[in-house]
């Protein structure tokens, strides 16, 4: 039987974004971007020069929604690609030279599914090092993201069980786990946060405890397969990052 409730797949959080914000400016990124099954995937949460620019890959998508409902007085855009968001990256060339053309300096936020892209840690350094000083050259603020956990089962094989503690258990991975998955990307990310003098935040805590990390709060689904955020999840974890973005003294 049906334990939980919370979208699963992709269709529900594209059909969200879609219905509630604005195509992406300027132009030429509008024009480059990703589309899924008729949905354009480069939005934002009003009109006209975006404030703050998530930059990465699907990861960076799926932090939009709930940061833009947390955060209703800044405009906040995606522009994403499927690979790493570096400037030597030639997929991102039309992101990039539009970034470069930006009459007004930005908060842009960096990050990306870092165990599905990285093969070695020393191509994310390389990478975010060149980006991180391109983007500072420009005057922009860059913060660099953490990530979610990845789990071995999809979202929609956890909606049904005998009990919503089986579902959570099974839904669910160590925190061990998780700190195998973070090692992948972790220090680079504190290291450079030190060399370049930028922020640093990690985004997990919401969907983790001392002991594990989970799809599942209550009897709400939180993912839309094994390592994206469904409607719910976004909203919490967009209101943690935005939370922390906000308040300098939050307990980091």
Same mark, same amino acid.
């Given at each position: 039987?049906?334990?939980?409730?919370?979208?699963?797949?992709? %269709?529900?959080? @594209?059909?969200?974004?879609?219905?509630?914000?604005?195509?992406?400016?300027?132009?030429?990124?509008?024009?480059?971007?990703?589309?899924?099954?008729?949905?354009?995937r480069c939005k934002q949460s009003k009109e006209g020069e975006a404030d703050w620019i998530l930059l990465g890959d699907s990861h960076a998508e799926h932090l939009f929604l709930g940061l833009a409902q947390a955060r209703t007085d800044t405009n906040i855009a995606f522009y994403i690609l499927a690979g790493e968001p570096y400037i030597g990256n030639p997929?991102?060339?039309?992101?990039?030279?539009?970034?470069?053309?930006?009459? =007004? =300096?930005?908060? %842009?936020?960096?990050?990306? @599914?870092?165990?599905?892209?990285?093969?070695?840690?020393?191509?994310?350094?390389?990478?975010?090092?060149?980006?991180?000083?391109?983007?500072?050259?420009?005057? @922009?603020?860059? %913060?660099?993201?953490?990530?979610?956990?990845?789990?071995?089962?999809?979202?929609?094989?956890?909606?049904?069980?005998?009990?919503?503690?089986?579902?959570?258990?099974?839904?669910?991975?160590?925190?061990?786990?998780?700190?195998?998955?973070?090692?992948?990307?972790?220090?680079?990310?504190?290291?450079?946060?030190?060399?370049?003098?930028?922020?640093?935040?990690?985004?997990?805590?919401?969907?983790?405890?001392?002991?594990?990390?989970?799809?599942?709060?209550?009897?709400?689904?939180?993912?839309?397969?094994?390592? @994206?955020?469904? %409607?719910?999840?976004?909203?919490?974890?967009?209101?943690?990052?935005?939370?922390?973005?906000?308040?300098?003294?939050?307990?980091?």
């Open positions: 039987d049906a334990q939980l409730h919370g979208d699963v797949g992709h %269709i529900a959080y @594209h059909e969200f974004v879609d219905k509630n914000y604005f195509d992406c400016e300027p132009q030429s990124v509008l024009k480059a971007a990703l589309q899924w099954s008729g949905f354009l997929q991102y060339k039309i992101i990039f030279k539009a970034i470069e053309a930006l009459p =007004k =300096k930005k908060k %842009i936020l960096l990050t990306m @599914h870092y165990v599905e892209r990285l093969g070695a840690k020393s191509s994310l350094r390389e990478g975010f090092s060149e980006t991180i000083s391109f983007l500072q050259s420009l005057g @922009h603020e860059v %913060i660099l993201l953490g990530d979610i956990p990845r789990y071995t089962v999809h979202a929609e094989h956890c909606i049904f069980g005998r009990s919503i503690a089986f579902v959570t258990d099974f839904c669910s991975i160590s925190i061990f786990e998780f700190d195998g998955q973070r090692d992948n990307y972790e220090q680079t990310l504190i290291d450079l946060s030190y060399e370049y003098g930028v922020r640093y935040e990690t985004i997990h805590e919401p969907l983790c405890d001392i002991d594990v990390c989970s799809m599942v709060r209550g009897d709400l689904m939180l993912y839309r397969d094994d390592n @994206h955020l469904n %409607i719910e999840g976004s909203k919490i974890v967009g209101r943690y990052l935005n939370q922390k973005l906000t308040d300098e003294n939050f307990d980091r």
